[in-house]
Nanobody, 115 residues
Framework: QVQLVESGGGLVQPGGSLRLSCAAS????????MGWYRQAPGKQRELVAV???????NYADSVKGRFTISRDNDKNTVYLQKNSLEPEDTAVYYC?????????WGQGTQVTLPP
């Protein structure tokens, strides 16, 4: 089993940057496909970015070119670098770990931009 703890959220102005971190414990995150999801008020949770065990990545169209997902297996941590932030990026961001039928979630970190 793996425990995930997100950090790095906060209030940021449009055009600004934030880096979210997801620290894994209890198991090595390197064996999991790691992803970042977000849920805005009144909307369904959506996939933002995913990084596979091979290091390859996929992004939602809405964040391509602005967000970068990465992983540091030595630190057992996954990051989401967010640049050129827009008000539409306001949401709770969740870290996710998947392997076969296993699926784990963090508690989420809030990112807020003024409208």
């Amino acid at each position: 089993q793996v425990q995930l703890v997100e950090s790095g959220g906060g209030l940021v102005q449009p055009g600004g940057s934030l880096r979210l971190s997801c620290a894994a414990s209890g198991s090595s995150a390197s064996i999991y496909t790691m992803g970042w999801y977000r849920q805005a008020p009144g909307k369904q949770r959506e996939l933002v970015a995913v990084i596979f065990t091979t290091g390859s990545t996929n992004y939602a169209d809405s964040v391509k070119g602005r967000f970068t997902i990465s992983r540091d297996n030595d630190k057992n941590t996954v990051y989401l670098q967010k640049n050129s932030l827009e008000p539409e990026d306001t949401a709770v961001y969740y870290c996710n770990a998947r392997m076969l039928s296993l699926c784990y979630w963090g508690q989420g970190t809030q990112v807020t931009l003024p409208p």
